[in-house]
C-alpha cells in the first residue's frame, strides 16, 4: 500500500506532464493545439489548458453516411483518467479530408494519442499527427 502511495505521488509531482497551447496555423486555417511541456511555449500561443496533460483522443465516433462525415468527441487525456472534452461538442471529419480514413482509425486511445491537432472555427478537423519517437 505504501509502495502504490508513493508511485501515486511521484506521478502527480513528476515533472514531464504536459499542458496544451493554442496558436493558429496560416497554411490550413484551422487553430492548432499543441500538447507541450510548459517551459516549451512558442511566443504566438496562449495557454487552453494547463493540467497534466498526456495527449489529445477521440472518443464516441458517429459516421452520417448521408453527408459523407463523421463526428468525434476531441478529448485532452489528462492524469488519473480525468479526461475534458477540448471542445464544447463534437468536432467533424468531413469524407474528403485526404486523412479521413487514417483519423477515424484512430478512435482508440490506448493505441493512438495525439500530440498536436488543427481544427477550424466549425470545428472541423484539418490533421492530427501522433507524438514522435525520440
Known sequence: M???LVIGLFVISSSAFSAVYKS?????SCNL???VNTDQAQENEVVVYSKNVYGISFENLEVDFE?????VQVMLNVTLGLNRSLLS???NISADNVNFTELINHLNRK???FENICITDDNQI??????KAE
Request: proline fraction near 0%; hydrophobic fraction near 30%; charge should be positive.
Open 33 to 35: 493545439y499543441r500538447v
Open 67 to 71: 453527408n459523407r462525415k463523421a463526428q
Open 24 to 28: 493558429y496555423d496560416s497554411n490550413q
Open 89 to 91: 461538442g463534437k468536432a
Open 2 to 4: 505504501k509502495t502504490l
Open 111 to 113: 493505441v493512438k494519442i
Open 126 to 131: 484539418i490533421y492530427a499527427n501522433e507524438f
